[in-house]
């Protein structure tokens, strides 16, 4: 019996390997999704460029002027879309559906964070907040991908994780296509903060895979600092 379960067993693997071979990403390698050889040759932002303007200031801080519209104090931006094998890599975790990749994508924040010397600054004084999905989206996907990555950032750094804080209310209309005055319409009272008692007066890192023009995370933070949160810090995996 056992005997006939292995060979099912390998079956099953056979067609599985067939239908969704393990593959590098960036050189078609077997059986690792991200080999090392390509994980290195993701470059990591370290730009010292305003996230919403461009403009420069100093790494992950908002320059002056946008920081008078901007509930959150800095935004740190992991690496680019312009990286092709980030790119890909993520777009395979998120549409693919590959939770293995996680690991990789996660190290590739905690080693961004250890080279811009942030590190320091994700203590325990912080707690993380990953944007979520609306349970629509969820249930399409199967994980939040944000939910994946803060857990690994989370143990590294040991914080602590509110995971019910944020609520999407809204199935929202996916951003890309659109303009930035229309994203903002889009998201805008897309979440609700359930249980701002949980919020009030904790200093949090709020992290989103993608950032575009930013809008999403914006209006996140602002409705964690309406339910009294006090200090809010972006963190993003891409720029898109
Ligand atoms: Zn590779
Ligand atoms: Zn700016």
């Known amino acids: 019996m056992i005997k006939f379960l292995k060979f099912f067993k390998k079956i099953i693997n056979f067609f599985l390997d067939l239908l969704f071979p393990i593959k590098c990403v960036g050189c078609q ?112 996907r199967g994980f939040n991908q944000s939910e994946l990555l803060v857990q690994e950032i989370a143990k590294e750094f040991k914080l602590s994780i509110l995971n019910n804080v944020l609520k999407r209310t809204r199935y929202t209309k996916s951003q890309t296509k659109l303009k930035e005055k229309e994203r903002r319409k889009n998201i805008k009272n897309a979440f609700v903060c359930i249980q701002p008692e949980i919020v009030k007066n904790k200093n949090i890192i709020l992290f989103d895979d993608i950032f575009t023009t930013g809008s999403t995370l914006r209006e996140a933070a602002r409705v964690l600092k309406k339910a009294g949160a006090k200090e809010i810090i972006g963190l993003v995996l891409a720029k898109g």
């Open 29 to 140: 390698k077997e059986n690792v999704w991200l080999c090392e050889e390509c994980f290195k040759k993701i470059n990591l932002n370290l730009k010292n460029f305003c996230p919403f303007c461009e403009k420069p200031a100093r790494m992950g801080c908002i320059c002056q002027q946008c920081l008078a519209h901007s509930p959150l104090k800095n935004i740190f931006i992991t690496s680019s879309y312009e990286e092709k094998i980030f790119k890909q890599a993520i777009h395979i975790f998120k549409y693919n559906h590959i939770r293995d990749l996680a690991k990789p994508l996660g190290k590739i924040i905690i080693d961004f964070l250890y080279q811009s010397k942030l590190n320091f600054l994700f203590n325990d004084s912080y707690f993380l907040v990953p944007i979520s999905l609306h349970r629509k989206r969820l249930f399409e």
